[in-house]
Every structure is written in structure tokens, then in C-alpha cells.
């Protein structure tokens, strides 16, 4: 039988503790058997081994000179009793003694090391990300693009639709000087930080000065979703125009549009915030109008382009007389397809341009009665008068403009020629004449020999019965004319005659170069 160590009880096989001094026999027995196991990795050493074999100390190094050891000390302590005065010697249990750790391999360690030089890397990577990405520093970029003018930089950050009209420029110009520093900027700013302690799914917008939504602002997934930033999203005006004038065309950028009816808005599209050189156009019966404006595109809930032609109205007024009340106005030439007495005015006449019109009446026997001509210019009176000339009657299905302006021409001619006639003034007639043509010669002698005589012609009616182009420069105009002529003797004669004046077209100018008599017709009257 075993005994304690610290006491000399005797030990039952399978004891762990000393029934007598609590003493741990088991320890006891580790001790004894402490010289087997590794002093340097604790691992047991086989038999007949003096190597460890894991590390490779020494079994010698283990060797404990258990003599010099004490398991334990004996302490006397006095212990007083009430009956009778006694020292006892208590001695004290033997520390207990740890199997000493397995040491970590190599392996091990190094594994150990590579995991936390990882997860320090991996938790470094997450917060130099999270920097990089912090959408904060996006409004500072911002910021600066805005405040150092930076317009390539500052657009690049913003997502606008292709398709809508954008003026990079002026729309630059409009949130720098209208927008950042009256709300956008330290909305967004609010927005950031907001979403950073309370993310929101919701869709969110950043307002204009007039509380209108100017951006919208998307989230933005980064790595995977690790991580969010914002997208912002210009926002487009919704814009109406309108015009004095019908079908009127605007372009605007590479677009354009059309209001079809004046004094009605027509929604045109949409187009971002700036300002836009619009140029409108239209054309009418009595000339083309073209402007170029520029507007401003607020970001308002809405905007209105005002376009305002400039222009000249006229208003009509004609010879009171029934039988011209079909008389079809002619505006430069070409036919109006109008009457003139339903329409009462004229215009718009556009205030740079150069307008003449005139009347024109078709007879039952196909003879055309045209108007004087009237030119419509700015500053003139805003009423003209139309006066039928009943002295050029044309066959109506070949009239041309060209014709009625040489036919009026001769009629003037006339009227000058008179006067030359009664005053013996070749000066009258002098600009109506080709220089040098034989004509001018004979009208010449013609009217310095008539001064010596005493006469006179009384011109009663002039009428153009036909107009001639024989080239680009050369008409044939066929008169039929009758006056009066009293003679110095107090005779009076009435003559009937029909002519024909040969025009020549000289530096944009009609002139006379040759008179054909083809019948005359006299008769005494007193």
C-alpha cells in the first residue's frame, strides 16, 4: 500500500486525495514520473530514447535533483486551546503542478500571423474604400468646379438626356450664379449626412429657387453594394411658345418646332435651364420674317417664349365703284387670289421689305382693268388708295406685271408730252426719251417750232390697247388716243388716233426710240 507523501497516511488503490491532509496524490504521482517528459515541449519520451522526439532536447536536461527539493515545508504553527497550551506542526499541501503546454509548431504561428496580417489588411482596405467613396467628396468636387469655373469638370458630373436641348455653357452659368449658393448646395449636403444615419429607398430631388425639382438624385451602388454614392440628374423645364403670326417655325440648338396658330401656345418640349439664341421664322403673302432672339429657361415649373414679329398692316380703300368689287389684289406681282373689298387691309407687311400692290379687274369681254400701283413702305400713311386706270385694258389671259408697268409708263409719257406740247418744254418729255434716237431729234424741232404758234391740245383720253415683248429689252406698246386741238386761227379739231411706242429697256429704265403712226382720224367740231 501507498502513503502519503505529506502525511504517511496509507492510500487506497485509486485514491486522488489523502483522506487524512486533502493532499492531491495524483500530483505525486505526475512528479515522480516528471523526468519521462520534455522540460523544453512537454511531449513524453519513448523508452530507451534520450532524445525527444519532437524537438530534440536532451533527456539528461529534464534530470531534477529531487534532493535539493522540497515537495513541501513544514511550518509549525502555534495553536492555542482553552483546555491545555499545545503546538501543533501543520504542514502545508504541496502546490499543485500544471502539465506543461504543448508549444505551437512553426506552421501554426505562421498561420496565425498571415490570418491577423489579413484581417488588418482586409479592415484597412474597407476604410480607405469607404473614404474613396464617400459621396461627400463629390460635392467638393463640385464645389470646386463651380467656384474655379470649371464647366467641363462640373458637367461631367451631372446626367442629362440626349435628346432635350442643352446649352452646356449657359446652364453652367445658371447654377453657378442662380442656383449652388441660394439651396442646392447645402441641400445636397444635408442629404448626404442624412442618408448616412437613416438610408432612405425613396426617390429624392434637389429643389431650384423656384421649388421646382432641379436634380434628382440616385443612388448608386458600389463594389457589389458595399458601398453607395449618388448620381445627380438634371431635370428638364417644360416650355410653351407662342406668336403673333401663324405657322411659325422656331429653331432652338439642332431642333426645331412650329406654333401653328398666333396668339395660342403650343407646348414646344422640354430643355434644360439656360439661355437659348432662338431664331423664328414665318413666311406670308407679302414677304418672309425672321428674327433671332435670345431667351432665358428658368427652372420654373414651366416656361413661356413670347415671339413678336415686327411689321407694317395697311388698310385699303378703292374706287367706289360696283363694277370693280371682284377686283383681285396682286402683291408684288403675283395674284393674292383675294378681293379686295372683303379683305379691307393689308399686312403683315414685313418693315424692311419692299411691297407693291395693285388691283386687277377682269371685264365680260376678257379685257383686264388694272390699278395704279402702291408702293407699301414704313413710315408711309397706313391708308392707300387703289384707282382703276380704265385706259389700260389688256387681254386678261396674257397679262404679265412687266406689261402693265410699260403700259404705265406710256400713259405718264402722255401726260408729259402735253404739257411740252402747250409750253413748248422739251424738258417735259426729255427723261422719257432715248438719248441720240432719231425720235428724240424730231420730237425736238417738233416742239420749238410749235412755240412760235399759238394753240392748244387738250389731251381728253389715253388707252393702252396692247403690250408687245418682242425681247428682254424691247416692247411694242399700241395706244389709242384722242384730244382736242384748237389752232391760232380759233379752229378746233378732234382727232382719234392709234399709235405705236417703241421701248427700249436702258440701265433698269424705259425709254422711247421710235413712234409709228398707224391710223388717225380728224374731224372739224366747229
Known sequence: MSKCNACGTGLEDGDVFCSECGTNVQDELVQ???????????????ENNTFCAECGTAKSEGKQDTSNEKAHKEV????????????????PPISNQQKPKKAMSKWTKFSLITLLVGLM???????????YYDPMKELVKMDEAITNNEVDEFMDLIEFDQNI??????????????EWDNGVKESYYDLIEAEKVNPSPLQKELMSQYEVPLFKVKDKKILFGLFKGYTLQAIPVKVSATSNLDETELKILDQTVKVEEAYEYDEIGNFYPGVY????????????????????????????????????????????????????LYVNGESTKKKVREMGEVGPIPLDAKVKIHAEWA????????????????????????????????????????????????????????????YAEYDEIA?????????EKDLKKFIKDMGDATYYYDFEDNMITNVEKTDDKHFEVETNEQFVFYDEDGIIYEYDRDKIYFIELIDEAYKIHKIDYKDTNKKRIN
Do not use: W
Open 165 to 178: 436641348p442643352l446649352d452646356k455653357d449657359t446652364y453652367f452659368a445658371y447654377i453657378q450664379e442662380e
Open 32 to 46: 515522480e514520473d516528471k523526468s519521462e517528459l520534455c522540460v523544453n515541449c512537454g511531449e513524453v519520451f519513448l
Open 363 to 422: 371685264s365680260s369681254n376678257d379685257k383686264m382693268t388694272r390699278s395704279n400701283t402702291v408702293q407699301l413702305d414704313e413710315g408711309q400713311d397706313t391708308y392707300v388708295f387703289l384707282e382703276f386706270d380704265e385706259r389700260i385694258a389688256l387681254e386678261a389671259e396674257e397679262v404679265k406685271e412687266e406689261d402693265y408697268d410699260v403700259a404705265e409708263f406710256v400713259l405718264d409719257f402722255r401726260t408729259a408730252y402735253e404739257n411740252a406740247v402747250n
Open 277 to 328: 439664341e432662338i431664331e423664328s421664322m414665318t413666311v406670308t403673302d407679302y414677304g418672309d420674317f425672321s428674327i433671332k432672339e435670345e431667351y432665358i429657361i428658368d427652372a420654373n415649373e414651366y416656361e413661356e417664349i413670347e415671339v413678336n414679329f415686327n411689321y407694317d398692316t395697311f388698310y385699303i380703300e378703292m374706287d367706289y365703284n360696283e363694277e370693280f368689287d371682284d377686283a383681285i
Open 121 to 131: 489588411l482586409i479592415f484597412g482596405a474597407y476604410k480607405f474604400a469607404e473614404y
Open 76 to 91: 509549525t504553527v502555534p495553536i492555542v486551546h482553552t483546555n491545555e497550551p499545545k503546538e501543533e506542526s501543520i504542514t
Open 431 to 439: 427723261t422719257f426719251m432715248k438719248s441720240g434716237s432719231q425720235e
